[in-house]
Each structure stands twice: as C-alpha cells, then as structure tokens.
C-alpha cells in the first residue's frame, strides 16, 4: 500500500476502513457512494471481516450499530435519501455511546434529486439529522488520499469517544481517480474497555475524559443498553438531575477532547484581504483561484475545516482577523455560511457563492466573486 496507486475516491474509503481495522459492513447500494459496499463486498471477507447488504438504510445503520455494540469495528456508508433514513439510528448510536462511521457522498436534492450530480446541502443535515441534542462528528476530507486518511481517523476519533462519526464529501471527489500514496496508519486507536471487578461495573460511568469503558463482549461486565435516557447502570431515568448531569457529559465530551478532534488547513491567509471557507470541491477549486488571484496581485486565502463538526470557531476567528471580506462558496442555497456568519459576528462581511444547478463550482466562479470584494 506504500507505491503509488491511481484509486478511486469511493474506493479509498474502503481501503481507509480496512486499514483503521473495520471488520463490519452492513449497507445498501445508492449512487454514488455504491462503490464503497463493492470495494467491501470484494476485500471485506479477505481481511476476516463481514459484509451484508440488508433490506434497506435503516437496517443497515442498525446493523452497523449492533455490530460495534458486539465489539466490531463497523461501518456504513450511503448518500441522500439513505442519510435520512439513518437518520434514528444514527440518533440511537448517539445516546448509547456506539462508535460507528457513516460515510454519506453527497447528490442533490431534496428527495431522489440528482443521484449522479454533486452537491453540498447535507452540511446541516449531518449536524442536525437526528432529533434532539447530541453530539457528533464530521469530517470532510477533499482529495483522494484524505478520503482514505480522515476515514482512518474517523475510526480513531469513534472508538476514541465512543460516538458515531460521519465522513462527509460530494460525488465529484467521490468519484475523482488521483495517484496516490496509502500508507499504513500511523496510529489505532481502539475503544477503552471495561477492567476491574465485575461486579462494580456501572457501563454510562465516566472519569475525566468523559468516556465510559465499554464491556468487551463475553468478559462478564453486565450492561443494559436503551435509546432511552439512561442513568449510570444505564437503565432508563427521568430524575432531572440524573438527566441533565448525563446529557452535559454527552454533549460535553466532545468539547472537552476539542484537541483531538480539530483539524483544519490554511492556504495563503497570512496578509490576504479575502479569505474564502470552503470544504469538498469548492475548496479544490478555491485553491486554483487562489494561484490565480495572486499571479494578479489580488490577496486570497483559503480557511478549510476538515472538521467540520464540531465547527471551528476558534481556528476561524483566528483565520479571519484583519480580513476585509469573507467568501463561502458552497455547493447548496447557503448552510455552511450560517455557521460562519455566526462564528464572526460582524468581524467582517461575509458573502455566500452558492451552486445548485448539480455542476461543480470552478475556480473561475471563485475568482470572480473574490475580485468583486477585493474592489
């Protein structure tokens, strides 16, 4: 895996999954993420794990969510219509503590849309899918070999904190052949498990990290597992305190691990007069324009979160200082922004370059805009 490959980015999901040690598959094929289910249906069982195709989404998210609460590594992936119908499961996988990766390759929509065309509009839709409070990770890679990259590290992050991890990227980079260099993951990462005397194991107690050790299947830890709110021992509870103090430790583990879980790349933004936030194709298309504006004196920098949830505040206030004008290019009617806007506050005027037509934006798109603020 460490010579040069020309791969698919679908396929370099998969071989991100093996290689992070996921030895469970369970999916449903839809365009266009189907070439991942191939690449696993193909290389899953060599590598001594499972794959199945279940009767629809819901059953594989399921599925998926049953696999890792039996001590396996497991994933899904799927685009659109799919992402919604996970949408419970995923809910459910959050208030359990089950690490589990979704994969969704962005199309267009709303409902079947453009099932071969790119899109961005699942930006809110992967913080805010399920119902009610909870937590959840989001990366989103942009090339090839960060495709296979961050879903190594999405499994290093769900096993880390025990919490479903989405890895979010549209149909153009999905479908983009580069050459690349897989290398063997530095570092795996696997869930904590429950040690110690059996009989005073509580499976939702948690210490300063926040994250309770998982009962490794067969050791003898007695758990009770339900979507329900759960105390300590993890049976159902309505105590107010008990409540609140167990969704603060859910929702404030992954603000207390912020260090790990961060990660962004800055282009040019040091003395540019425009920064443009960007994730996916436009980011490609925005580093393009980048060169370009610069060949023609016009200072342009790039700020892209490769974790997109949580949201980089921080890092992009940082990154926006002193700018003269903020440009977010997405591919939708305008949901990244939201959160920009937000984040700034006033710190400079943002504008949106959105593109729902099902084309990717160009590099000559971006140009034109950051010349229209730069005046």
């Avoid at 149909?171 to 063997?184: C, N, P, R, Y």
Wanted: net charge negative.
């Amino acid at each position: 895996m460490s010579n040069p490959t020309n791969i698919q980015g679908n396929a370099a999901a998969a071989a991100g999954a093996i290689a992070a040690g996921c030895r469970f598959y369970a999916g449903y094929p839809i365009t266009p993420s189907s070439e991942i289910a191939e690449q696993m249906a193909a290389r899953l069982p060599k590598a001594g794990g499972t794959f199945i195709q279940m009767e629809d989404e819901l059953g594989s998210m399921a599925a998926t969510v049953g696999a890792s609460l039996g001590g396996v590594k497991a994933m899904t992936a799927t685009s659109g219509p799919g992402f919604s119908l996970k949408q419970e499961n995923l809910g459910y996988a959050a208030m359990t503590e089950t690490p589990c990766v979704i994969v969704n390759v962005m199309r267009g929509g709303p409902s079947t849309g453009l099932p071969t065309r790119p899109a961005q509009a699942d930006i809110m839709q992967a913080r805010w899918g399920t119902h009610g409070d909870h937590p959840i990770i989001v990366l989103a890679p942009h090339t090839v070999r960060e495709i296979y990259e961050e879903t190594i590290r999405a499994f290093n992050l769900a096993e880390a904190l025990r919490t479903p991890v989405v890895v979010l990227y549209d149909e153009t980079i999905g479908h983009l052949v580069e050459t690349v260099t897989l290398k063997e993951p530095e570092e795996i990462i696997t869930r904590k498990w429950a040690e110690g005397p059996r009989e005073d194991y509580l499976p939702y107690a948690a210490g300063a990290d926040m994250i309770p050790a998982f009962p490794r299947p067969g050791d003898g830890y007695r758990t009770h597992t339900t979507g329900l709110t759960h105390d300590e021992r993890g049976f159902p509870t309505q105590d107010p305190e008990k409540v609140a103090a167990f969704m603060e430790r859910l929702l404030g583990k992954l603000e207390t691990h912020r260090d790990l879980i961060e990660k962004n790349e800055l282009v040019e933004t040091d003395g540019a007069d425009v920064l443009i936030v960007a994730i996916g194709t436009p980011a490609r298309a925005a580093k393009s324009a980048i060169r370009e504006l610069r060949d023609e004196g016009i200072r342009a920098g790039l700020f892209r979160p490769v974790t997109l949830w949580p949201f980089p505040e921080e890092a992009l206030k940082a990154a926006a200082k002193g700018k003269r004008a903020v440009l977010v290019p997405e591919m939708n009617a305008g949901q990244m922004i939201l959160e920009v806007e937000r984040v700034l506050a006033g710190e400079a005027p943002v504008t949106g370059l959105n593109v729902f037509n099902g084309e990717p934006i160009t590099p000559a798109q971006i140009a034109a805009a950051v010349k229209e603020l730069a005046k």
